[in-house]
């Protein structure tokens, strides 16, 4: 490649970034008016943790998944417990509108994500200051890795936030084998973090998001008004964007070391998982931490897939139930 060439493609790679750029904070901006915060926020260390409260009666926290943030569980199923339960849902560091785990580098090339045990150490932080006793941790996918993380994190530090009870709705548990998908590989690298994300997040088109959720749900559909009301853009936003992937990517190790303490548990634990589940395998993981921990009982959703929050609600709000009974909250 001649020199003027080169410096052609430079200039065109430069112009495209500004373009993308601008065009990100557009996105950025429409997502924030159209899906604001929906409820109340602390301070810890300086950050943010935003959450949404409702309720009476014994205390559940509910962690959302990757990608996600707490409109998950305020689409339906906080209404449903909020009868019985004082229910509170957080944004996960970095995602909706709480802030990354404090010294988490956030400029476009770094690889480094909010690892669990340090997002759950900032919400059990948030948690003290809500005054959240003995709460039963219900997570979805990622959360749940969040919700064990909570839980191993009690074996060492007494707390009143110490979680009685653990539920976990298709949530990760355990190592798998083999490599991630692209998405998380690429955009997670130090060059996706300052080409591809800002790329993706100026251009993709809401067809691709809404295609993306439907295939989440699979074999299920994604309810009437989900994928309206969940606020995708917020996670299309290049900083949340870039703490996701690079959670996810970076998350292998701190799942490993953290399996090593499961034994340890001995806390009621409930466990809901689709077998058609292609994102979060139950063999891989909801199969495999029953063999190690006498304490957790899974209940198999047959034919479901990811999302048993919104498809099978019944089954999880029954999870819960058992929890709180088997931690004699009722």
């Known amino acids: ?14 112009f495209g970034a500004v373009l993308s750029g601008c065009s990100s904070q557009s996105r950025t901006t429409k997502a924030e008016q159209t899906h604001p915060p929906l409820g109340d926020f602390v301070s810890i260390n300086g950050k943010r943790v935003h959450y949404v409260q409702s309720g009476k009666g014994p205390h559940v926290v509910l962690l959302h998944g990757a990608g996600g943030n707490l409109r998950e569980f305020t689409f339906s199923l906080m209404d449903q417990l909020a009868t019985r339960y004082t229910v509170t849902a957080f944004d996960r560091p970095g995602l909706g509108y709480t802030d990354q785990v404090p010294g988490v580098p956030r400029h476009a090339t770094a690889t480094v994500g909010d690892s669990p045990q340090d997002q759950a150490r900032m919400i059990r932080a948030a948690a003290e200051v809500l005054e959240i006793n003995a709460p039963i941790v219900a997570g979805h996918s990622y959360g749940g890795i969040v919700s064990y993380a909570w839980a191993v994190e009690g074996l060492d530090t007494p707390s009143a936030v110490n979680a009685s009870g653990i539920v976990s709705m298709a949530g990760v548990t355990m190592p798998w084998p083999g490599k991630l998908a692209p998405y998380y ?34 074999p299920q559909p994604a309810p009437t008004g989900y994928a309206e009301y969940i606020g995708a853009g917020l996670t299309l936003r290049p900083d949340s964007f870039r703490a996701n992937v690079r959670q996810v990517n970076t998350l292998r190790p701190h799942v ?50 990811h999302m048993p929050q919104q498809t099978n609600p019944d089954a999880v709000i029954a999870a819960i139930d058992r929890a709180a009974a088997r931690a004699g909250l009722h």
């Open 256 to 305: 490993v070391t953290l399996s090593q303490r499961y034994p340890e548990l001995t806390l009621p634990i409930e466990i809901v998982h689709g077998t058609a589940d292609t994102t979060v395998p139950i063999h891989i993981h909801a199969e495999e931490i029953i063999k190690i921990v006498p304490s957790a009982n899974l209940t198999r959703l047959d034919g479901i897939g």
């Open 185 to 218: 590989t690429v955009n997670g690298s130090a060059l996706g973090g300052a080409f591809t994300v800002p790329m993706i997040s100026a251009l993709v088109p809401r067809g691709v998001v809404n295609s993306r959720i439907e295939s989440t749900f699979a």
């Open 1 to 14: 490649m001649g020199r003027k060439t080169l410096k052609l493609a430079t200039m065109a790679l430069g």
